[in-house]
């Protein structure tokens, strides 16, 4: 999932802060990983890492010891990035690098990855911030470990499904019967109750499709996390967008039951991506946190 400017690590919260001089550098938070992590990447390797020069300035991505746990950063300019209409180029590869690095160091292991554009106006200010949750935090990188994201997108052909219900279900199909033997005036009235009988019964076929879809994912997945998004076309309706977190080795079986899903029910197909990093179990609940 590339949406990491949607999502982002506890540790953006206020004890963060920018320079108030746009010229002065500062530390650029990726994420926050495990000693074992920074520990098998051969440093070397840091500076493939991201979108290449060009896309970004400042440093290549490095590792910074903040007590147990470990923060991908570089250094950078908080001028860096852009405010001004018609930048959206250079804003795309700088998200491009965000998701680069952070994607690189999920392949080596858990990684809780910050927000897009957060930094930090020195080294201090950022171990601070994860000081302060070092425990929790070690706790929710312990829990990702072997894990990985999965995007779900189930759609649904609205018409047909409506269709199918006015010919299949018996009081619809009575008050449609109905319709066909009454006078003009009458047959007015009940059309305009079959229909929204029809809206009604289609729109619960649906949301009960959709949740069938969500409970059987999850009970192979180890958490899932439902948007409220949905996408309309001429073609199909967007039922279900979720995301689902996944055991490694569940991932076959996951997908598998996910094509399953879509193979037996009529008019449902599914749509999914990755494996990503765990850009929306990042954040910390608030029942952690009591």
């Known amino acids: 999932m590339t949406d990491a400017d949607r999502h982002a690590l506890p540790v953006s919260h206020p004890s963060s802060r920018a320079p108030a001089d746009t010229s002065e550098a500062g530390w650029y938070l990726y994420g926050v990983t495990t000693r074992a992590v920074a520990e098998a990447v051969p440093p070397a390797s840091l500076e493939s890492w991201g979108a290449g020069p060009g896309a970004r300035r400042g440093g290549p991505p490095e590792f910074l010891e903040c007590g147990e ?4 950063v570089r250094r950078t300019a908080t001028d860096e990035f852009p405010k001004e ?15 680069s690095v952070v994607a690189a ?10 927000k897009f554009g ?3 106006a020195d080294r201090r200010d950022l171990e601070m911030a994860l000081e302060q949750m070092e425990d929790l935090l070690r706790d929710r990188l312990r829990w990702l470990e072997g894990r990985d994201e999965w995007a779900v997108h189930v759609y649904a052909d609205r018409p047909a499904v409506r269709e199918s219900l006015a010919a ?12 066909s033997a009454a006078t003009p005036g009458r047959a007015y009235l009940l059309e305009r109750r079959l229909s929204d009988r029809l809206d009604s ?21 180890v958490e899932g996390r439902l948007s409220p998004y949905r996408q309309e076309t001429e073609e ?6 979720a995301a689902f977190l996944v055991d490694r080795e569940s991932s076959d079986r996951f997908l598998r039951e996910l094509g399953t899903f879509a193979d037996g029910h009529e008019h449902v197909s599914c749509e999914y991506s990755g494996p990503w990093p765990p850009y929306s179990f990042a954040l910390v609940r608030e029942e ?3």
């Not at 746990?69 to 991908?72: D, G, N």
């Not at 209409?85 to 965000?98: C, I, T, W």
């Not at 080596?108 to 910050?114: F, Q, S, V």
């Open 69 to 72: 746990l470990v923060a991908v």
């Open 85 to 99: 209409p018609g930048e959206d180029e250079a804003l795309a590869a700088l998200v491009s690098d965000h998701n």
């Open 105 to 114: 160091v999920h392949r080596e292991g858990p990684i809780l990855p910050a």
């Open 118 to 120: 957060l930094v930090y």
């Open 168 to 179: 299949t279900d018996p009081d619809l199909r009575r008050l449609g019967q109905q319709v």
């Open 201 to 221: 019964a289609t729109r619960q076929l649906l949301d009960e499709l959709a949740q069938a879809a969500y409970d059987h994912l999850s009970e192979i997945a």
């Open 236 to 241: 199909a309706e967007e039922i279900l967008r």
């Open 288 to 290: 952690d946190l009591s």
